[in-house]
């Protein structure tokens, strides 16, 4: 366990469960254990793969889920970290099916960026039918603006996000940036049939079904289109982008 914050009505800790905790360049958030690599594996495996610090957080342990246990379900996201080389991955254990923007929660959040420092935040779109989702964005809004305050009231040297992309759930999104993953194919499907309580037992929705890596390459396959290639994850970010005309 790592020690997090001592605001009232927030958890006392965080828990790495893989990994050392430090700074990150890239952390993606998860309200779910397997959303992070269904939406945004690749990108995270390539930029491991290239010697980036990247890292997962989980909201929630996912223990409302019809399928696994919690402790299955970290068990799981640990082997799928080993998998996709990430720096760390931890689990936050706010509860499942109540994530929304509560300061609380908020306050939580904003004491592990302070403690990992990404540079590059990766998060869940609002546009989404699931209500976890969409709450994860609007929580993360809260606790990114927490995290770079002075004088909130949170363990930690302040510390600004530099960057905030959302991925894709359960909705289409228009993205603004696309990321070829055609070279990590074979890693990322593994990493997601890592979470084999989900994806190997009966199908319970779009998402939780044997043929997961099948119907979301589908959605690669889409993107890659638009980008020229075979494979890429769709993004968009949360902020204008910046961009060199030299580089186009």
């Known amino acids: 366990m790592l020690a997090g914050m001592a605001t009232a009505g927030t958890p006392e800790a965080f828990e790495t ?6 700074p990150l360049d890239w952390l993606c958030l998860a309200p779910h254990p397997d959303d992070a690599e269904i939406g945004a594996g690749g990108t995270l495996i390539r930029l491991a793969r290239a010697g980036r610090a990247v890292g997962i ?25 080993a998998i996709m080389g990430l720096t760390w991955r931890g689990q936050l254990g706010l509860p499942d099916g109540e994530l929304r ?4 929660g908020a306050h939580a959040l ?8 990404p540079r590059v935040l990766v998060v869940p779109h609002h546009h989404d039918r699931h ?18 305050l002075a004088k909130a009231d949170l363990p930690g040297d302040p510390h600004r996000v530099g960057r ?14 696309l990321v070829d993953v055609e070279a990590v194919q074979d890693t990322w499907a593994a990493a997601i049939l890592a979470h084999e309580s989900q994806f190997s037992g009966a199908a319970i929705s779009e998402t939780v079904t044997p043929e997961i ?8 396959t889409y993107w890659g289109t638009l980008a020229r290639v075979r494979y890429a994850e769709a993004f968009e970010a949360d902020s204008a982008l910046l961009v060199d005309p030299l580089a186009l």
């Open 17 to 22: 469960i893989h990994g050392v905790a430090g």
């Open 57 to 81: 957080l989980e909201l929630s342990r996912g223990e409302r889920g019809t399928q696994g246990t919690p402790d299955v379900r970290v068990a799981e996201c640990a082997r799928a970290a």
């Open 101 to 104: 923007d509560t300061l609380g």
């Open 110 to 117: 904003a004491s592990v960026l302070r403690a990992v420092r």
């Open 131 to 148: 209500p976890d989702h969409f709450g994860t964005y609007h929580l993360t809004k809260r606790a990114v603006h927490l995290a770079q």
């Open 164 to 177: 905030v992309l959302l991925y894709q759930g359960n909705a289409d999104i228009t993205p603004n940036v």
């Open 213 to 220: 890596v099948e119907r979301r390459r589908a959605r690669l």
